[in-house]
């Protein structure tokens, strides 16, 4: 799929996206290609006919699409985006904004947490590998910026939805940043 990230500024999709569950299953999409909402359901851990229901909700916004690879009998769904950014939000719309990330937060900790349940059966060479990283940077508003744009730079060309010759030992990585300032934390200034 070729690399398609709009802006996500409306109310309306702001909304959409300040659910969870919502969240994983355009992530699923966006990293498996098309599914049913029986395979969305299995794969996020949620009922068929709820993951159903999201998806009609992703639609109605025009993030996903039924894929015309069904059958008659089954339904799947694909994602019409590889990724989005909520650059220029209205300051009235930024409690919407505010919910969307507080989802997104919520579902990475939900999925850190599943992990580390599990960790013990994951194989060897991924347990080397995996890692969760503080750092306390001291940064103006531009140099995070330019922290932020160096470190997509790095990972943009192994977004799953987008990369071409996907190793055949590769798996689904999920990464998550956080960034934000800790204003008045050690400031002695």
């Known amino acids: 799929m070729q690399e398609n990230r709009p802006n996500l500024a409306e109310p309306g999709v702001l909304d959409a996206l300040s659910h969870p569950v919502r969240l994983d299953v355009l992530g699923y999409l966006a990293s498996a290609g098309p599914a049913t909402a029986s395979q969305c359901a299995r794969a996020v851990g949620d009922t068929p006919s709820n993951c159903s229901y999201h998806l009609r909700v992703l639609a109605s916004h025009g993030l996903v699409e039924p894929d015309p690879s069904g059958d008659g009998r089954s339904r799947p769904w694909r994602t019409t985006i590889t990724g989005f950014t909520t650059d220029g939000v209205d300051p009235?719309?930024?409690?919407?904004?505010?919910?969307?990330?507080?989802?997104?937060?919520?579902?990475?900790?939900?999925?850190?947490?599943?992990?580390?349940?599990?960790?013990?059966?994951?194989?060897?060479?991924?347990?080397?590998?995996?890692?969760?990283?503080?750092?306390?940077?001291?940064?103006?508003?531009?140099?995070?910026?330019?922290?932020?744009?160096?470190?997509?730079?790095?990972?943009?060309?192994?977004?799953?939805?987008?990369?071409?010759?996907?190793?055949?030992?590769?798996?689904?990585?999920?990464?998550?940043?956080?960034?934000?300032?800790?204003?008045?934390?050690?400031?002695?200034?």
Request: aromatic residues 6%; glycine residues 8%; without cysteine.
């Open 92 to 189: 009235a719309d930024l409690a919407g904004l505010d919910r969307m990330l507080a989802a997104s937060v919520e579902l990475d900790h939900h999925l850190l947490r599943e992990y580390l349940r599990g960790r013990d059966a994951v194989p060897q060479g991924w347990r080397d590998v995996d890692v969760h990283a503080t750092y306390g940077l001291a940064l103006t508003p531009s140099e995070l910026a330019e922290v932020v744009e160096r470190l997509d730079a790095v990972v943009r060309p192994y977004i799953q939805a987008t990369r071409q010759g996907v190793p055949a030992d590769a798996e689904h990585v999920h990464l998550s940043l956080s960034a934000f300032p800790r204003l008045g934390f050690g400031t002695d200034r």
